[in-house]
């Protein structure tokens, strides 16, 4: 199956500072990216969708300007947090969907954020 | 709008006992449905789906059927491992065509004892 990265695997900020997370399909070309947020124990939150060379659609309730996406590039998404918060501490995972209908989102292995 | 529930956990079973992982799903029009699971330490993989009524899903033992007369998408295994413990997610995705965003389950954490 295809493979999706993510880089860095954990990372630990201090506050105020801005984090930036990659997404990165390996072997395929990803049209859509998505980006997500998951807690300790609870289910997968959609954050923003983006499509390779325009802005990213983000859902309700969340900071644009907070979590900036960018998807430049077929094979390429990144997440920034800026000025991070303890509560944006969280577990961030990425997927990417190919081109020609695929129905299949592949899953990166997330990234886990904390911020002191 | 779009929601999937799926039954709370956490599931406790010994080893070679039947699975069954309910889901129940709210959608306009007709979604495809998928399991995903999340092994310790690992992101998210697509177990197995299916994209219309009476399909039905499978890979590695796991069995799903799109039931649209009931909205459900249960995830079934007949006899269970140690090294299915993990968490499931169902999920439901509500269009057709390309890679649209997926809407998903609380998750359901299984594990397995020997």
């Known amino acids: 199956g295809a493979v999706v990265s993510q880089h860095p695997s954990w990372v630990i900020c201090k506050s105020g500072t801005s984090v930036k997370i990659e997404c990165r399909s390996l072997?395929?070309?990803?049209?859509?990216m998505f980006w997500y947020r998951q807690f300790p124990k609870q289910s997968l939150m959609l954050m923003a969708t983006?499509?390779?060379?325009?802005?990213?659609?983000?859902e309700q309730g969340v900071e644009k300007d907070k979590f900036l996406i960018n998807h430049a590039s077929l094979t390429l998404s990144t997440l920034t947090v800026t000025s991070a918060h303890p509560e944006d501490s969280s577990f961030y995972i990425c997927s990417a969907g190919g081109r020609g209908g695929s129905w299949t989102q592949y899953f990166g292995p997330g990234t886990r954020l904390l911020v002191l | 709008g779009n929601s999937v529930t799926q039954m709370e956990g956490p599931v406790t079973l010994s080893e070679e006992a039947f699975l069954t992982i309910n889901c129940t799903y709210t959608a306009t029009g007709y979604p495809s449905l998928f399991w995903y699971v999340q092994y310790p330490g690992e992101g998210l993989q697509l177990l197995l789906k299916?994209?219309?009524?009476?399909d039905k899903g499978s890979n590695k033992g796991f069995e799903a059927t799109y039931r649209k007369e009931t909205t459900s998408f249960h995830l079934e295994k007949g006899s269970v491992q140690v090294s299915d413990s993990a968490v499931y997610f169902c999920a439901l995705s509500p269009m057709e065509g390309g890679a649209q965003k997926l809407v998903f389950g609380q998750g359901t954490r299984l594990t397995i004892n020997p």
């Open positions: 983006s499509n390779e060379g325009s802005k990213a659609t983000y």
């Open positions: 072997d395929f070309q990803a049209t859509t």
């Open positions: 299916a994209t219309k009524a009476d």
